[in-house]
């Protein structure tokens, strides 16, 4: 008999929606042909990989030496370690070692190992609003309580909803940033403020809530905008991400853990992520993609396609008469519901769908009243939907 939990989860109405979408686009693509659908509901890169990745996979098949496909301890190569270590050493402007390095298979691996790691049954982890729909099934896989926090107008985060949030049973704050679905990077006086609120926690309560900063689009960002580091401020700070967005490598699942070195239970929490990685069953990240990354993680990418494709998309919005908030990084649109919906994001994306529209409705980010567009597709997916829009939003 099948699980009634996963029964009834599997039964929502919200189960997998973003998924449900991607599928119907494909059915209707099928129908009306692909440049009459607009499907903007998965976060799938259609940038292709790099060169330089492209020519180490290349490289790296034609390696036959003996056992080259066989296990490495449960953490990873240690040269991949180390890379990604230098990684996390450049992004946080903190020295590395490799010992504070778990590979993962992606970020959401990495994620699971690291609240396996971390809770116990009926703790409880704080996430702004908007963010990613699996957050929630993430923590609970883990006996864990997800608790919603609400942001600033902007999605900026605020300190005090999240101190209003903590208590004995707090063990981490959850965010992402750029932020999946609102585009919105996280400032560092945000960060301070955050980090603040947290060290005055711990103080008081004798409990440091771990900070587990979700960064697979930290190098897609515009303007100039940097993600701020969390190392440099918290000791309980620890990173976790992935390949997928930045280098187009959805698919390979390949990523990694890196916990503050200064986080005086470092060896703790390194040894309970391995054997997390262990008995979640992933055992080790992939062989073959640790290689890739561990030589490509810093070659040079091009995201100025993105931002080209949210300026197309923007003008859009604005010829639709759409409100939205400017995405600031990452690859996703996050749209108001236009006024006389009733902030019913999933009536008005089924509304949207009769338009050959495919969007993800707000509610499923904890983002009631918006709905999400995807802009990681074809240009002429974005150009060619501008007509549909209008229609959509003027009743024609």
């Not at 030496?65 to 240690?78: D, E, F, L, R």
């Not at 993105?306 to 300026?311: A, D, L, P, S, V």
Request: with cysteine; charged share 20%; hydrophobic share 40%.
């Amino acid at each position: 008999m099948i699980s009634k939990q996963i029964d009834s989860l599997v039964k929502s109405p919200s189960a997998g929606v973003i998924r449900k979408m991607f599928e119907e686009g494909a059915l209707l693509k099928q129908k009306y042909g692909e440049d009459k659908v607009y499907d903007f509901s998965l976060g799938n890169p259609d940038l292709d990989p790099p060169q330089a990745v492209v020519d180490e996979i290349k490289n790296i098949a034609q390696d036959t030496s003996h056992n080259c496909h066989g296990y490495m301890p449960n953490a990873g190569y240690p040269f991949a370690r180390q890379a990604m270590a230098d990684k996390t050493a450049k992004e946080q402007g903190v020295p590395v070692p490799k010992e504070c390095v778990v590979m993962a298979v992606g970020a959401a691996g990495a994620l699971n190992s690291t609240l396996k790691a971390l809770l116990n049954p009926g703790d409880e982890v704080i996430v702004p609003c908007p963010y990613f729909t699996e957050y929630d099934h993430y923590i609970h896989n883990h006996g864990g309580e997800i608790i919603r926090v609400s942001t600033k107008a902007d999605f900026g985060l605020d300190a005090n909803t999240i101190a209003a949030a903590l208590n004995e049973k707090t063990a981490a704050v959850l965010i992402n940033s750029p932020n999946n679905p609102s585009g919105r990077i996280y400032t560092d006086e945000e960060f301070q403020a955050l980090v603040d609120v947290l060290k005055a926690h711990a103080a008081k309560t004798g409990r440091a809530p771990y900070l587990i900063c979700d960064e697979p689009y930290r190098a897609i960002t515009y303007g100039g905008k940097k993600v701020a580091a969390a190392f440099p401020k918290y000791e309980y700070a620890v990173v976790v991400t992935s390949f997928a967005k930045n280098l187009s490598l959805p698919g390979e699942r390949i990523g990694y853990i890196c916990v503050n070195p200064a986080c005086p239970e470092q060896k703790d929490f390194i040894a309970a992520a391995i054997f997390a990685t262990r008995v979640l069953g992933y055992v080790n990240a992939p062989a073959f993609f640790q290689k890739v990354i561990a030589k490509t993680w810093d070659c040079e990418c091009d995201y100025s396609l993105y931002e080209k494709r949210r300026n197309e998309l923007i003008e859009i919005m604005d010829y639709a008469g759409l409100e939205y908030a400017m995405p600031e990084g990452a690859f996703y649109l996050f749209v108001k519901v236009p006024d006389g919906w009733n902030d019913d994001d999933l009536a008005f994306t089924n509304h949207l769908k009769d338009y050959n529209i495919l969007c993800a409705p707000g509610s499923a980010f904890g983002g009631k009243g918006w709905f999400r567009i995807a802009y990681c597709c074809s240009e002429q997916t974005i150009l060619n939907s501008k007509q549909a829009f209008y229609k959509a939003t003027h009743g024609e």
